[in-house]
Each structure stands twice: as C-alpha cells, then as structure tokens.
C-alpha cells in the first residue's frame, strides 16, 4: 500500500509498506479520506514539535475508512462499519524501522475493539493501545468529508465546554484556521450573545461570518483587538506569548481565558498587571472519545458544512502540495483522498 512517510525533517515522501495485518482485536480498515493538520501534521513533518516522533515516520491522525475485514474476536465493529482515526502504525511501535506519527496517511490502516479485548483478556496486552478509546463508528448517512471534520468539530466542542456554559457569553477567538472557525461555528451555535474571531486572513475570516461570528478583525490589513474588558470567554488557538499579551487587557472580572493552541516552546507568559481582577486560566485538555455521542447527536439535528472548511483535495502523491496550500490566503483545511466512496 501507498504510505506517506517522514523520512526526515522536511522530507516527505510516498513509500510501500505491507497492508497491515489486524490481530483478533483489530479490523482492517480501507482509508477513504484523511485530512491534514496545519498545526500537529506540519510542525512534525518539520520536527518542529517537541514530542515528534523518531524519524522516518507515518503522519496523519485526522483520518476516516471503512471495515473490510475483522478480526475473530471483534464485537463492536463490522464490514461496512466507517471508523474513526485508523493507524497504519499504532503510536509505540513500528514497521520496517518507520515508527508512528499516528499514521493514517496512507492507503490501509487498523482500528482496535478495545472493550472487546478488555472483557475478554482483563490481563491482555491491551494498554498499549490506549489510542484507540478515539476509534469510534460515524454513522453512514455522514459524508467522509463530515467525519473526517468531525475529528476538529470534536476536540473544540470538548474543549469549549472546559470554557463553562456559551448561552448569553461574549466570545473571542484568536485565530482564523479549521480550529479557530470551528471554536466560532460551536459558540454561536451554542448560544453565545456575540462571537468575535481575530485572524490574519480575509477569506478565512469572511467565512467566520459564514458560521456565526458576528464580527471580525483582520489584523494583517490593519485592525487592532484594542478595546474595553468586552470579553466573558476569550479562545486563543495560536498559544503564542504575543496573543496573551495583546487580549488579556480585553477579558472582563470573572472571565476565563481557554488557552487550546501552543507554540513550539510550550510556555505561555502573562503580565498580571493587564488582567482583570478575577480571571481563570484555562489548559484545553479535550476528551474526543468523550463527547463522540453529544457531537453526533447535535450535528445531526443542526450540521456544520465541511466544504466551509475543505478547500484542498488530492491524492496521497499531493500531500507536499496540500502542506504548500495551506500557506496560501485561501485556504482552510485540506484533505488526502484515498478509497473515496
């Protein structure tokens, strides 16, 4: 099968590795889609992220197939069944001396029936594949561009409710990328009084618009965040030291500051003498496999359009190229196709 691969910081290319063989736990998974992470996905392509992997690796973790094949202990999956983050290579181990950037970008991958493995071995070798709690089914009137978002709309619905209750709240969002909109799209769905989304980008932000916000500022062209203690929640999905700096002055007393995004230095400075009297710091830690049900339900009554996000599509051999896309000012997301149905 085709597999990207990190051979070395800032050289990607497609290799063949074996299809993977699933164990009586595991279901062998036709990938369909995987979308690419501007944030994780090129920092580790670059070796720019502390925790990356040795390397040469298998990238992608945002990534949807479905079952053709299962193992004969396997209870919670069947043929037919679209899944949710199949690995190539599981996280820990390795395949011809490639080890695992979670590894959905290529053509084949596994999922793991975790609980079938726990009921039935209490002391099997289970834990060393904690990663597939997040394996989950999407129902099949979902479209693949759908689930392969849903992995996003998930991690920052999860983490926005770490941020308290939205109904009636002034928002911010600093940022304008899938993760920045999709923070924007969940708070005025959620009920917020006004959503504000701060970015560098006129056609990311004019898609804000699109999903609630009910103003933007564009900072590249000008705008500033300057203004009063305006704010109940502020978002930052950059975790820059520079995005605390210049929007702690706007949070009101008792308002939380949800810190979601980290730069490569993983540190995050305040300067107290800007922040309101009462105020709480907030570490998005989202639990993904969590809110998987309450996600499916509330998109199903009232969904998000992935083509909001989705502005690049193509083949494995175009990965480079999805990576050079989202550099561009009209991009948001891309994705890899595989097996598309």
Same mark, same amino acid.
């Given at each position: 099968m085709k597999a990207a691969i990190v051979e070395a910081p800032g050289k990607i290319v497609i290799r063949d590795l074996p299809v993977p063989k699933p164990n009586p736990y595991q279901a062998l998974v036709r990938m369909e889609v995987t979308g690419v992470c501007s944030a994780t996905d090129r920092k580790l392509s670059l070796g720019l992220k502390p925790f990356a992997p040795s390397y040469p690796c298998l990238l992608g973790h945002e990534g949807v197939g479905t079952v053709v094949e299962t193992g004969g202990r396997v209870v919670n999956f069947k043929v037919g069944n679209r899944v949710l983050r199949p690995c190539g290579i599981y996280p820990g181990q390795e395949t011809q001396g490639i080890s695992s950037a979670w @590894?959905?970008?290529?053509?084949?991958a596994l999922v793991t029936d975790l609980e079938?493995?726990? #009921?039935?071995?209490?002391?099997?070798?289970? &834990?060393?594949? @904690?990663?597939?709690?997040?394996?989950?089914?999407?129902p099949a009137h979902w479209?693949?561009?759908?689930?392969?978002?849903?992995?996003?709309?998930?991690?920052?619905?999860? &983490?926005?409710?770490?941020?308290?209750?939205?109904?009636?709240?002034?928002?911010?969002v600093l940022g304008?990328?899938?993760?920045?909109l999709s923070f924007a799209a969940w708070s005025h769905a959620l009920g917020a009084a006004s959503v504000e989304v701060v970015g560098h980008r006129a056609f990311r932000l004019e898609r804000a618009r699109i999903l609630g916000a009910s103003v933007t500022r564009n900072l590249r062209a000008g705008d500033t965040f300057e203004g009063g203690r305006d704010f109940?929640?502020?978002?930052?999905?950059?975790?820059?030291?520079?995005?605390?700096?210049? &929007?702690?002055?706007?949070?009101?007393?008792? @308002?939380?500051?949800?810190?979601? @995004?980290?730069?490569?230095?993983?540190?995050?400075?305040?300067?107290?003498?800007?922040?309101?009297?009462?105020? &709480?710091?907030?570490?998005? #830690?989202?639990?993904?496999?969590?809110?998987?049900?309450?996600?499916?339900?509330?998109?199903?009554k009232k969904p998000f359009d992935p083509a909001t996000w989705i502005t690049f599509r193509g083949g494995i051999e175009n990965l480079p190229k999805a990576f050079t896309h989202l550099e561009s000012p009209e991009s948001v997301k891309a994705v890899i196709t595989f097996h598309e149905t």
């Open positions: @590894g959905s970008f290529c053509e084949f079938a493995w726990k #009921n039935q071995e209490p002391a099997g070798e289970h &834990s060393r594949f @904690g990663y597939a709690r997040m394996q989950k089914k999407v479209s693949t561009d759908a689930a392969c978002m849903l992995i996003t709309w998930k991690e920052t619905f999860s &983490s926005l409710q770490q941020g308290g209750a939205m109904e009636g709240r002034a928002v911010a304008d990328g899938a993760v920045g109940d929640l502020i978002v930052d999905t950059l975790g820059t030291n520079e995005a605390v700096a210049t &929007s702690l002055p706007r949070l009101r007393n008792d @308002g939380k500051f949800l810190v979601y @995004g980290m730069d490569s230095t993983f540190e995050t400075h305040f300067d107290r003498s800007t922040a309101p009297q009462r105020w &709480s710091y907030v570490q998005a #830690n989202p639990d993904e496999a969590g809110v998987h049900d309450e996600v499916l339900r509330l998109l199903d």
